[in-house]
């Protein structure tokens, strides 16, 4: 049966109601039967379609998509080391965020929503408001005012509006959450939907891979789309017997913004209040993660742990990224400052997976402050 399910009182609902959260006020999630055909996926276009049957959709003809996704995964030398990295930047709007927001506007749109609210630090702000763009459906977009000119003007530029905050990102929030009361809150955060397009980074690697499952995915957390979405994903290829175990996911933090890592640290069974600090990983400054136990819990299921790193690591690891040539932002640097933390720490051969998330492109000012005024 497809259904709703809630992550905490475990009430079901339809998926055809236009709900993004349980009645009891926590965040849901999307149960129904998938399916992993590799010889039809093989036969299809490469993108992140050609997973079709894992994803929620009724019907085809309501695809909203630039046939995004499939981003290469690259062999590269990282201190002496092997490791994949998954160039999630290449994407349409300049992130990973398109994996969710695909799916999550592509359902909006067969549930003849026509407009949505959502709020975001940048990235996630700009993917849904291309999709909706190409998709007709009005998108009131809220970010924090002091987010990257360039994801801000690539809001504005797609024609959704633009409510610019003051303060912090969770004062962002809760302007979205009132604006959310008349609106389809098309939540990055909340949405199920969502999670259900970023699980396809997962079955992409594990296609590259040669129908392989990495040791270790070493992946950046903020409200942790990407992180539960890799987990949702390699969790559906465990339940249909297609791999016998999951990845061990080392997740990333900034030391600026660290709830989670605390969280895990000190053996918390709750999220911690944390001061947010300046840092120039902003994607993933969340200090109140929506969906932070259950990212929590994923990190232990798959016996994996989590990193922080410092902005020296981080800009050390930006600069090492653009002079091999990948012009990232410096929150896809925070995951790449993970990784080398990773690497000194543990010497075993493992299969390691990591991830590009966000292009510099959007963030040139930064970058430029970081990389070349040093
Ligand atoms: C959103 C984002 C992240 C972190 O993703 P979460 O879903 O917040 O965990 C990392 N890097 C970039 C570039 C992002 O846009
Ligand atoms: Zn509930």
Redesign the pocket.
């Known amino acids: 049966m497809s259904c709703f399910i809630c992550s905490t009182c475990y009430s079901t609902f339809p998926l055809d109601e236009k709900r993004w959260r349980c009645e009891c006020g926590s965040c849901l999630d999307i149960d129904f039967e998938v399916d992993f055909d590799k010889r039809k996926i093989k036969s299809r276009k490469q993108n992140m379609w050609r997973y079709r049957e894992a994803l929620p959709l009724e019907n085809m003809d309501n695809l909203v998509s630039f046939e995004e996704g499939f981003t290469p995964l690259i062999r590269e030398h990282v201190n002496d080391h092997i490791v994949y990295l998954k160039l999630d ?1 290449l994407f349409p709007s300049g ?3 398109d994996r969710g927001a695909s799916v999550l506007v592509s359902k909006v749109k067969e549930l003849g929503i026509k407009k949505i609210v959502e709020d975001s ?4 702000g700009a993917a849904i408001a291309n999709y909706c763009a190409r998709a007709g459906i009005e998108c009131d977009v809220y970010v924090p005012a002091s987010s990257s000119y360039g994801k801000l003007d690539q809001i504005f530029s797609s024609g959704a509006t633009l409510f610019p905050i003051k303060g912090n990102r969770e004062d962002t929030a809760i302007a979205a959450l009132e604006a959310a009361q008349d609106n389809y809150y098309a939540s ?2 909340w949405n199920p939907f969502f999670f259900q397009g970023t699980k396809t980074f997962s079955f992409e690697v594990y296609e590259q891979l040669r129908w392989g499952v990495p040791d270790t995915l070493i992946l ?8 539960l979405g890799a987990y949702i994903g390699f969790k559906d290829l465990l339940k249909l017997g297609l791999v016998e175990r999951l990845p061990k996911i080392i997740a990333v933090q900034t030391k600026g913004c660290a709830p989670l890592y605390t969280a895990f640290k000190e053996k918390l069974l709750y999220i911690p209040h944390v001061t947010r600090k300046e840092t120039v990983a902003e ?2 400054a ?1 200090a109140e993660p929506v969906r932070g136990m259950q990212i929590l819990n994923a990190v232990k299921d798959c016996g994996g742990f989590f990193i922080s790193v410092s902005e020296p690591e981080i800009k050390s690891a930006l600069k090492m990224m653009c002079r091999s040539g990948y012009y990232i ?1 410096p ?2 640097a925070a ?1 790449i400052a993970g990784v080398l933390k990773y690497l000194d720490q543990n010497k075993m051969d493992e299969l390691i997976v990591s991830v590009l ?2 292009s510099g492109l959007k963030t040139n000012d930064k970058v430029q402050q970081l990389v070349l005024f040093d």
């Not at 630090?121 to 996630?124: D, F, L, Q, V």
């Not at 950046?220 to 992180?227: A, D, S």
């Open positions: 930047y992130s990973f965020k630090s940048g990235n996630a990055h955060s950046p957390v903020g409200n942790g789309t990407l992180l994607g993933i969340i932002e929150t896809a995951t998330t966000g």
